[in-house]
């Protein structure tokens, strides 16, 4: 886990964020602008881009179209005042990756307060879950 701590020891940072690279879900962490500061392998693969596309650009590029105008509002008001909906639970998401397929994930988000400024950061960890999603749907239609 990142803390105010380690982020002040460059071999413990180094190996955190070496871990989260490696990691077999798709990691995004993004800072106080919700632009992404962090795209890990497994986000490269599941949204079919590299982290140089994305590093440094708002998070809402990562999102549905039709929940892009709003995101932001959500993020900036759990921001704001600690209220959320999403923070510490796990829900299935749909979005499409860059060549237009369809990607089912599981996602939580996580937030802290790191760093000197004590900024706060929010992850989202997300297993995709395709193939999965695709038989309940199949499976629905049956019953």
């Known amino acids: 886990m990142l803390n105010s701590e380690s982020l002040t020891l460059s071999h413990d940072t180094t190996l955190y ?3 989260l690279e490696q990691a077999a879900d798709g990691v995004v962490i993004i800072n ?6 962090f795209f890990n392998t497994a986000a490269e693969q599941l949204w079919g881009c590299s982290a ?3 590093i440094g650009k708002n998070v809402n590029c ?8 709003q995101h932001d509002g959500y993020i900036n008001h759990n921001r704001n005042t600690g209220v ?19 990607v089912a994930a599981e996602m939580s988000i996580s937030t802290a ?17 395709t193939e999965e999603s695709h038989r309940r749907k199949i499976l629905e239609q049956f019953h």
């Open 84 to 102: 959320n909906h999403i923070v510490g639970t796990s829900r299935e998401v749909v979005f499409s990756r860059t060549n237009g397929d369809y």
């Open 32 to 37: 106080q602008l919700n632009h992404i500061v």
């Open 17 to 19: 964020f070496d871990m």
């Open 113 to 129: 307060i790191i760093g000197p400024d004590r900024q706060r950061y929010y992850m989202a960890f997300l297993k995709g879950v």
């Open 62 to 69: 990562l999102v549905p179209m039709e929940h892009r105008a």
């Open 52 to 54: 140089a596309d994305v």
